[in-house]
């Protein structure tokens, strides 16, 4: 089973700031990863699938970068709405997993 | 447009059996382009992958859970239906149904979650 290994659990960023968010995978999982949104209360939000395709309606500032074992998802500058949880999950091969995510938090 | 809504018991007694139905629309559950997996996530936690099941009726499940669970479907009622047996405190947490796109290899869609309490 593939584990996914997010850093940092916490990134304290401002408003404007460029926010870097690095997933590692046990093996390499090609380019079957994908990056989502969560915010309290709500059910994760899709943002990045096939390591670094936008889905529908993601803004730009949001890219993801990477194959095999070595991801990275970037937000080029804060917005406010985008201080959140950001999980990642590969599918390489079932089962699937997610990543113990990363909180971007107001500094 | 595909929607999810998750539906069950709200508190459980440990030991108990949890059996939860994920009712979807905008979509078939034959579509070989699509599938149902269900995700949990205990409070204050990391989203965890349970089950899945694809449109021709074969079934993932996760390493460690393996054991207690069971995904099936009713395609004509568009119902996915995951079973825990031998609940415990430890499996508190939102449920989630999510919308699979083989194209994307992602979840396009979820549901809003319900939250299960196991307590006695």
């Known amino acids: 089973e593939i584990v996914l290994t997010q850093s940092p659990a916490t990134l304290s960023l401002s408003a404007g700031e460029r926010a870097t968010l690095s997933c590692r995978a046990s093996q390499s999982v090609s380019t079957y990863l994908a990056w989502y949104q969560q915010k309290p209360g709500q059910a994760p939000r899709l943002l990045i699938h096939d390591a670094s395709d936008r889905a529908t309606g993601i803004p730009a500032r949001f890219s993801g970068n990477g194959s095999g074992t070595d991801f990275t998802l970037t937000i080029s500058s804060l917005e406010p709405e985008d201080f959140a949880v950001y999980y990642c999950?590969?599918?390489?091969?079932?089962?699937?997993?997610f990543g113990g995510g990363t909180k971007v938090e107001v500094k | 447009q595909a929607t999810l809504q998750e539906s069950g018991p709200v508190l459980l007694k440990p030991t108990e059996t949890l059996t939860l139905t994920c009712t979807v629309s905008g979509f078939s559950l034959s579509n070989p382009r699509m599938g149902v997996s269900w995700i949990r996530q205990p409070p204050g936690k990391a989203l965890e992958w349970l089950a899945h099941i694809f449109s021709d009726d074969e079934k993932s499940y996760s390493t460690s859970l393996e054991t207690r669970l069971t995904i099936s479907k009713d395609t004509s009622k568009s119902q996915v239906v995951l079973t825990m047996t031998n609940m415990d405190p430890v499996d508190t947490a939102t449920y989630y149904c999510?919308?699979?796109?083989?194209?994307?290899?992602?979840?396009?869609?979820w549901g809003q979650g319900t939250m299960v309490t196991v307590s006695s």
């Open positions: 999950q590969h599918r390489s091969s079932w089962p699937l997993s």
């Open positions: 999510a919308l699979y796109l083989s194209d994307f290899d992602a979840f396009d869609i």
